[in-house]
């Protein structure tokens, strides 16, 4: 079983939707990334969260540190979110990041 | 601005040529660290550093090195390139524990 989850892998929506990309993980850490990657593109860590929520633009993150879980939503979905998104834990112990596999989004207009 | 570079962005090489592929940050970032992203495995980690002279094997290092001789600079090194070795390479620089992260561009390596 891997160290960090995510669901869904794929997540397909119309222009306008509601979105959420779940993280569940096993091991201790001391903070959660959200990542995204747009295709052939770089990595851009969009939130860093140890707790709470966070909230840029029509991104929303929280975390639940009792329950390991994170999640991400996107308010009013647009095609340019289209992106793969990925969690990332730092290993409490090794400072290491942990990375979920991925969820590749595609919003159609 | 700080930042985070890889260089080169693309790369075409030989098989059992040297490559070296450099990242430089200016974050002052103690943990520097290089991935492979391949289709099908996500980010594998290759080498990592906690500070200068300080490095540490990944999941996949067989045939690459690296070496911190500042805090600056983490080149990866393909000693003898091979085709397995093609891929895009990331480098990544975070502060410790709930530091920021922060990732160079990507360098594309094709080993023919």
């Known amino acids: 079983k891997n160290e960090v989850e995510q669901s869904p892998q794929n997540l397909t929506a119309q222009e306008g939707e509601f979105i959420t990309i779940n993280c569940s993980y096993s091991v201790g850490i001391s903070a959660l990334h959200w990542l995204q990657q747009h295709p052939g593109g770089g990595i851009v860590s969009l939130f860093m969260l140890s707790s709470g929520k966070k909230k840029h633009g029509r991104l929303i993150a929280t975390i639940n540190i009792q329950e390991k879980h994170s999640s991400l939503h996107i308010t009013a979905s647009h095609p340019r979110d289209s992106a793969v998104y990925i969690c990332a834990v730092v290993s409490y112990n090794t400072d290491k990041l942990i990375f979920g596999t991925g969820t590749r989004l595609q919003v159609f207009p | 601005d700080a930042e985070i570079t890889q260089s080169p962005r693309h790369k075409i090489t030989e098989t059992g040529r040297q490559v070296t592929l450099a990242c430089h940050q200016t974050w002052n970032h103690n943990n520097m660290f290089w991935y492979r992203q391949d289709l099908g495995h996500g980010l594998r980690l290759i080498h990592y550093s906690y500070g200068v002279h300080d490095t540490n094997k990944g999941e996949v290092s067989d045939g690459y090195s690296v070496s911190r001789s500042n805090t600056e600079d983490l080149p990866l090194t393909l000693e003898s390139a091979a085709s397995s070795q093609t891929s895009v390479y990331f480098c990544?620089?975070?502060?410790?524990?709930?530091?920021?992260?922060?990732f160079g561009e990507g360098s594309r390596l094709t080993v023919l």
């Open positions: 990544a620089s975070k502060d410790g524990g709930i530091g920021e992260l922060f």
